[in-house]
Structure formats: C-alpha cells, structure tokens
C-alpha cells in the first residue's frame, strides 16, 4: 500500500479508500462545510472543556520551550528551529479521541511548527466524528483530510497532488498504522510505535480504594489489550481494592502485586518503565525523585491519570512498553531541532587552534591540519608585521 501511494498518490489514497473504508472520496480535503457543521453540532459546554483543556496544554508547553542561547565571549551557540510541516493520525471508530488531537498537534503548533495537519480515516457514508473536528479547529489544525490507515500514513510521508508531506507524523492508531509508520520511518520522522496503554498504581496502607478500583477500571476501559497493575506493601488495601473492583477487571488487563515494602514497590516501577506511573501514597513528591523509568508520573490522590489523559496540561501521549527508558513523552522537544553555531573570534581560534591540528595529524588527514594551519600562519605573520 505504502508503495502505491508513494507511485499513485491522490488515486490510490482514493482507490484505497474505496477499498477499505467503503469511501468514495470527492476530495481527500474534509469539506469547509463539514467542519463548520461539526463545529455547530459541538454543544456549549463540550467547547469549553475543549477550550479550557487547549489553553492548559498550551501553557504547560510554553513554559517548557527551550530559548536560543549564545555565548558571544566564546563563540558558541544553540538555535532552536520548529520543523515545518507536521502530519497527525487520529484513528476512526471507538478510538477517534478529540483529547488525542489536542495533545499532538498543539504541542507542534506552541514550537512552532509552521503547517499541522490531521488525516481520519472516512468510513462509508458515516459522517466523521464530530468532536474530533472541533478539537482541530480549537487547536489550530490547518487542514483535515479523510483518509485513514496504512494509505494515510503513505500520504504524509511522501506526498500526494493534494496532501504535501510532512516532516513528522505524530499520533496513535492500529497496529497497521503503527507498522507504517515505522516503515516509513527515515522517510520522515515519527513520534514512536505505540503499544497498548499501561497504568501502574503504587499505593500505600494510606490510599483510597475506592479511588484505586476506579483508576483501575478507567485504564481497563481503553481496550481488552490495555493493563492496570495496582503494586502495594498493604495486604488490607489488597482486600478493599478487590472488593471495589467486583470482577470489573479481567485477569488479562490487571493484576495486583504485593511487596514487601515502598522501596520494592519502586524498584518494580522503575523495572517495568510504565506509560503511567501513579504514587497513591502519604506523601508522593517524596518518592517523586526515587522514580527513574515511567512515562508520566502523577502524584497523590487527586492527580489519577484521566486527569493528564484530558485536562492538566502535558500531552497524554506517551511511551508504552519498557520503551519510557529511553523515550520521553510528546512534547515541544519533539518538535524542535537544535542547531549548534560556531563563531569563534580571532583569539579563541589562535587559543585552539594547534590542538585542532594535533588531532588531524593523528588521525592522518593532512588537509584538516592545513585549514587550521594556514590561519595559524596567516595570524603569527599578522602579528609580525
Ligand atoms: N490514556 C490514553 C489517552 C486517552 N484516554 C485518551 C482517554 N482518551 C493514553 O495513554
Ligand atoms: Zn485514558
């Protein structure tokens, strides 16, 4: 399919379409008036929370936007540059969340990233999901277009008549989608392979239970591949939870860890490297800086997960399976290079340069030596004259 597209481009998105998704697509561009009916289908009060969780997640990544800096004495310097052109997946079905199209493409649009674009798959004659198109227009997404799956993931890479490719493609999907998005990985950039979603709860003699089922059953809910693993030194909280929990949870989704105290409990986390890592304890801003490998950290009884999936401020995307050892969640960083600048004076050079020329000569490249010596040169008969 991703080879097609590459050679077919706007066809094949379109025969595709067809094929798969029963869609006979006018245009790959959802129609301005789709997304302004959208827009008026969207009741009052979801645009505000819609708005409100925009505006939280606009600040928090404002405030972790890294500054240009240079360093004029020594001649050194950092430039930081958005990428230009970002393309978002947002799957179709029970996963189209307009959450998940705010917490990708404002991230991309506070770095500044000049062009953000989503593509949602168009099923049939099924109208596309309304809230997801509201959550586009609130976060500034430039163009929607109605393709969805392997083909989408083709057309953001490479570019068709009417969909420009992008830099970067961000955002979950299906498995297909995820190994597209890995194929095409080099091509451009992605934000990573995204497994089933993971919350680890680590709660103490202290903690709520009835708090700890429910956040629980809220990670279960994602799909039946999704896990939610409660760790604790409390063989009471064990029973409480359990109660609470009333079966809610399959044995494949969840399981209950006990140990023998919070330091284990830690070691644990740190181990499994969650997606979500949740302290349900006394006091967690204590245990915050023992915890090494986790996503996201939410701490204390008032900052379970759904909160950071909807309204705190970071993005919710973030990585899965062991990968947050060495993998952060989406961010301005994401969307961001940064470019070193050299401009060293004429005194720094003359400092450093017979080094520089040492380590040529080393590594046996005569004409690197002579860049550096022939200014070498030309300053010591500068100064002599
Ligand atoms: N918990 C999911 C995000 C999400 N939850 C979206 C609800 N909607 C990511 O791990
Ligand atoms: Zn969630």
């Known amino acids: 399919m991703l080879r097609d597209v590459r050679a077919g481009g706007d066809s094949a998105v379109r025969r595709y379409a067809s094929l798969l998704d029963d869609a006979d697509l006018d245009t790959l561009e959802v129609p301005e008036a789709e997304l302004e009916a959208a827009w008026d289908d969207t009741p009052d009060d979801l645009k505000q929370a819609l708005q409100l969780a925009a505006r939280r997640i606009t600040e928090f990544h404002e405030a972790t936007l890294p500054r240009d800096w240079v360093d004029l004495s020594?001649?050194?310097?950092?430039?930081?540059?958005?990428?230009?052109?970002?393309?978002?997946?947002?799957?179709?079905?029970?996963?189209?969340?307009?959450?998940?199209?705010?917490?990708?493409?404002?991230?991309?649009?506070?770095?500044?990233?000049?062009?953000?674009?989503?593509?949602?798959?168009?099923?049939?004659?099924?109208?596309?999901?309304?809230?997801?198109?509201?959550?586009?227009?609130?976060?500034?997404?430039?163009?929607?277009?109605?393709?969805?799956?392997?083909?989408?993931?083709?057309?953001?890479?490479?570019?068709?008549?009417?969909?420009?490719?992008?830099?970067?493609?961000?955002?979950?999907?299906?498995?297909?989608?995820?190994?597209?998005?890995?194929?095409?990985?080099?091509?451009?950039?992605?934000?990573?392979?995204?497994?089933?979603?993971?919350?680890?709860?680590?709660?103490?003699?202290?903690?709520?239970?009835?708090?700890?089922?429910?956040?629980?059953?809220?990670?279960?809910?994602?799909?039946?591949?999704?896990?939610?693993?409660?760790?604790?030194?409390?063989?009471n909280l064990i029973y409480t939870v359990e109660a609470e929990l009333d079966g809610q949870i399959t044995e494949r989704q969840g399981c209950i860890v006990l140990v023998d105290d919070f330091t284990e409990a830690i070691a644990v986390a740190n181990h499994i490297a969650p997606e979500h890592l949740c302290l349900m304890v006394a006091n967690p801003w204590a245990w915050a800086g023992q915890v090494r490998n986790a996503g996201g950290l939410f701490l204390g009884e008032f900052s379970p997960e759904v909160m950071g999936d909807y309204i705190a401020g970071p993005s919710h995307v973030m990585p899965t399976g062991g990968t947050a050892r060495f993998s952060s969640a989406l961010s301005v960083h994401h969307f961001l290079r940064t470019m070193p600048v050299v401009g060293l004076s004429l005194q720094r050079f003359t400092d450093l340069g017979a080094a520089a020329v040492r380590i040529a000569e080393a590594e046996g490249l005569p004409g690197h030596a002579g860049a550096v010596q022939a200014r070498l040169d030309h300053i010591a008969a500068m100064q002599t004259r």
């Open 74 to 235: 020594g001649g050194l310097g950092e430039l930081v540059r958005p990428l230009e052109r970002v393309g978002l997946y947002a799957p179709g079905g029970t996963a189209a969340y307009p959450s998940t199209v705010l917490m990708t493409a404002i991230p991309a649009r506070v770095a500044g990233v000049s062009e953000v674009v989503l593509a949602t798959p168009r099923r049939g004659q099924e109208p596309l999901n309304s809230t997801v198109l509201a959550a586009a227009r609130i976060a500034g997404v430039d163009a929607v277009y109605q393709v969805g799956g392997v083909p989408a993931i083709g057309a953001l890479a490479y570019g068709t008549e009417t969909i420009r490719k992008v830099d970067k493609i961000c955002g979950p999907g299906n498995v297909f989608v995820a190994y597209a998005k890995r194929m095409v990985q080099g091509q451009v950039d992605i934000d990573g392979v995204f497994g089933p979603t993971e919350t680890i709860l680590l709660a103490d003699e202290s903690a709520n239970p009835v708090f700890c089922a429910a956040d629980l059953i809220a990670q279960a809910e994602h799909d039946p591949m999704a896990s939610a693993i409660l760790v604790t030194d409390s063989q």
